[in-house]
């Protein structure tokens, strides 16, 4: 299992005919989290014409946008439209639009509000969470270097090591891995290692993903 949502807060700005138009991109976890995030970007956008708003989160798998006065479809449907093609979950965005002047007309607001929406994307770091259970395992240092030439064919992230009487390595193994990884660790040291399994949880693999 696996899904896709940033790091951080990011700003990113689009300027068409003279309006403003500002995306503001959160990582959240639920839906009070997401409104509690847009009423902040109004209250500090207060001179604002508009504040649209979108966002998904995995929690009870809730989406939901708003135009906030702008044309029907012109607005809050492209910004969700741009989170959902870049498969984003857990995450809000704000599009505050400042008005120059000039009218934009339906496409050009759809281009102006998906525009800044994907600029925004485009600078966020992306997180690419994985399903992975925590492993800790202990072994002789005769068995070290076999053990560690196996361990990148299972796209592991190891959090830390110990190189006491034993070697010790703590893992993050996803989850449809963990059976085969557990059975090759076994017959590899003719089963002389420990492997203690952990909780289950997600993790950030985006550096493996990048490595593929």
């Known amino acids: 299992m696996e899904y896709r949502t940033i790091t951080d807060p990011i ?46 989160v995995r929690d009870q798998n809730t989406s939901r946008y708003s135009d906030d006065g702008e044309p029907q479809g012109t607005a809050g449907m492209p910004v969700l439209d741009v989170l959902m093609k870049n498969k984003l979950t857990d995450i809000c965005c704000v599009v505050t639009r400042y008005f120059g002047g000039i009218l934009l007309g339906g496409g050009g607001l759809v281009r102006a509000y998906s525009g800044s929406t994907s600029l925004a994307v485009q600078k ?4 690419v969470m994985r399903e992975c259970i925590a492993m800790e395992l202990t072994m002789d240092y005769s068995m070290y270097g076999k053990v560690s030439y196996i361990l990148p064919q299972y796209e ?4 830390s ?8 390595l703590s893992l993050l193994v996803q ?18 290692i420990k492997i203690t399994e952990g909780a289950m949880k997600f993790a ?3 550096e493996i993903v990048k490595k593929l």
Request: aromatic share 8%.
């Open 11 to 56: 700003t990113a700005t689009l300027v068409e005919k003279k309006s403003e138009f500002i995306a503001s991109l959160f990582p959240v976890k639920t839906s009070e989290e997401a409104i509690g995030c847009i009423e902040d970007v109004k209250k500090n956008n207060r001179k604002a014409r508009h504040n649209v708003y979108a966002y998904i």
């Open 124 to 127: 966020s770091k992306i997180m």
């Open 156 to 159: 592991i992230l190891q959090t």
């Open 161 to 168: 090591s110990d190189f006491g009487n034993n070697v010790s």
């Open 175 to 192: 989850t449809n891995f963990a059976v085969k990884l557990k059975e090759d660790l076994i017959n590899l040291t003719n089963g002389q």
């Open 204 to 206: 950030d693999f985006s």
